[in-house]
């Protein structure tokens, strides 16, 4: 018990150094302190899943309130037109990212045998590391458009952005458990919120796709946010299905998963690139209609 406590301390205090060297010095040592007695309250109710459930709305607010401390001391600045201008080029990084890791899949579909080497958890390197910029990317989007789609558009947009959010902050929570309890047994309650954050992500691009084709807010390829929500069934199909792991339905799919949606990313990000026709609020269209 002593050694979750310990793992648990120090790991707050290597994400303290998120926060501005000043605030540290005032206040770290303090929120230290109180998250160790939050700790070993919910340790003594519970037992480690009380102490991994305290760790996810730990992460998810520490990690918001560092960037509010930074932008507060003015050491991280950025504005609402700088994020909507980096949408595009982000986009274009996070659907490269996941083109390379199609080619892991790729590699098991033809080379059974890699199953068991490197290009097993090749493909998952550029998928973890694409969260961060698709995480800002996302909320580029959502700022840009939310105000040229309808109702259903904008509700997929929120889903968009909860259900990349939601996965970071599972794949923290993963690693936490990973560190303060390998010894835990394997249960299935991550795959269910693995796929709950899967079908907000999916639900949200169809939304937002289908009111892309009504209103076109983007310069041109107006299908492709309805092909990204799409293409999360293939990572989903292989389960309804009952397919095996390594069956080679299942590495079509996934590879399909991977490249389609990749590629669909790389040409939105280089139409939200496009300023040959700026999206205009809905009403500002409406009004030259009538005006016209």
């Known amino acids: 018990m002593l050694r979750k406590f310990l793992v648990s301390e120090w790991l707050c205090r ?10 540290r ?3 770290g040592q303090q929120m230290c302190l109180t998250f160790r007695d939050a700790c070993r309250t919910a340790y003594r109710r519970n037992g480690i899943f009380a102490l991994l459930a305290l760790w996810l709305p730990t992460l998810l607010d520490l ?6 401390e930074r932008a507060r001391q003015g050491e991280f600045t950025m504005s609402k037109t700088k994020l909507i201008a980096l949408t595009g080029p982000l986009t274009v990084l996070v659907g490269a990212m996941w083109l390379a890791a199609s080619t892991g899949e790729l590699v098991i579909l ?6 068991d080497t490197f290009w097993d958890v090749f493909w ?3 998928v973890f590391l694409s969260l961060v910029p698709m995480l800002f990317a996302l909320i580029g989007t959502r700022l840009r458009f939310h ?7 904008r509700l997929g947009l929120v889903l968009i952005v909860a259900g990349c959010a939601g996965m970071i902050g599972f794949i923290l929570a993963s690693l936490v458990m990973g560190v303060m309890a390998p010894e835990v047994e394997q249960v299935t309650w991550p795959d269910h919120v693995m796929a709950v954050c899967l079908l907000s992500f999916m639900i949200g691009y169809i939304l937002f796709g289908v009111d892309a084709l009504k209103y076109s807010p983007l310069p041109r390829w107006n299908l492709l946010p309805l092909l990204v929500g799409a293409a999360v069934f293939f990572r989903f199909g292989p389960d309804l299905f009952g397919v095996r792991n390594y069956h080679p339905f299942q590495l079509a799919a996934y590879f399909l998963h991977l490249a389609v949606s990749g590629a669909c990313w790389v ?11 700026e999206s205009q609020p809905r ?5 030259q209609f009538l005006e016209t």
């Open 14 to 23: 290597a994400l303290l150094c998120l926060y501005p060297k000043e605030f």
């Open 283 to 287: 009403d500002d269209l409406a009004h």
């Open 110 to 115: 033809f080379e059974p045998a890699s199953a």
């Open 147 to 153: 105000q040229t789609v309808g109702v259903p558009g």
């Open 63 to 68: 990690f918001k309130s560092a960037l509010e």
């Open 124 to 126: 998952l390197i550029p």
């Open 25 to 27: 010095a005032v206040y």
């Open 267 to 277: 040409l939105l990000g280089i139409a939200m690139m496009d300023k040959r026709r």
